[in-house]
């Protein structure tokens, strides 16, 4: 029996790459920026704990809960699409093997090469080769809500964890520097990594996501000076 050649593709990565990186990102950005606000706004170092506390805690359950629905939202239309499909499978084979047949002709296939295997895969799994080649629904890439938000809570909770810890580490008179600069090296490594595991260019992924880490925590820094000093 020849041997089976296995390939692992970067792409097989992507769903769960996605939620981690996104929930990491927001984890480090939003608490990093809540607390820098409540820095520069001169409020004690125990509040500022607190804020950032609440800011973990609030940030996973919305992030939990954003990435549920958007992926349920997901999932229910592959739903839809499928039982639609099964039922065209019952009541229009002819049409839908015509259909399977036009799409690996639009692909490069002759005609006759193409209808004999749009007649194979149905005889062998009608669903599963509309859902895969009509609809883009395969294994990997269909949407899993409760994997998604898990994910999502759990990281956002681990990189809002990483300014937590710098304000409980470091004196407050050098609090600001301090969130901003721990801050700003986890999200250029992150970006960098991120990047590497996608096959993207390591340093625009690190840069892209320094830049706008810095951009919210200087905005954030800002307002909070500002309404510190009115009140």
Do not use: C
């Not at 919305?62 to 939202?73: D, H, K, N």
């Not at 062998?124 to 609809?135: K, V, Y």
């Not at 969130?179 to 700003?184: D, E, K, N, R, Y």
């Amino acid at each position: 029996m020849p041997h089976r050649h296995h390939e692992r593709h970067r792409s097989q990565h992507s769903g769960w790459l996605r939620a981690a990186v996104l929930g990491a990102n927001d984890g480090i950005i939003s608490t990093a920026s809540l607390m820098m606000g409540m820095v520069t706004a001169g409020v004690p170092g125990s509040t500022i704990l607190l804020s950032g506390v609440a800011g973990l805690v609030a940030g996973a359950m919305s992030m939990a809960a954003g990435e549920y629905v958007s992926v349920r939202s997901q999932a229910d239309t592959e739903a839809a699409d499928l039982a639609r499909e099964t039922l065209e499978l019952e009541t229009n084979p002819g049409g839908e093997h015509r259909e399977l047949e036009e799409i690996y002709v639009a692909r490069g296939l002759e005609p006759e090469l193409a209808r004999e295997v749009a007649k194979q895969l149905m005889a062998h799994d009608a669903l599963g080769a509309h859902a895969r080649d009509e609809l883009g629904i395969t294994d990997i890439f269909s949407a899993r809500p409760l994997q998604a938000a898990l994910t999502s809570a759990l990281t956002f909770s681990v990189g809002a964890l990483i300014p937590l810890l710098v304000v409980l580490l470091h004196p407050i008179e050098y609090l600001a520097f301090a969130i901003a600069s721990v801050s700003l090296i986890a999200l250029v490594v992150l970006g960098g990594l991120a990047a590497k595991v996608g096959g993207a260019n390591q340093f625009a992924g690190a840069v892209r996501v320094g830049f706008w880490g810095a951009a919210a925590m200087a905005l954030t820094a800002v307002a909070g000076h500002l309404f510190g000093a009115v009140v």
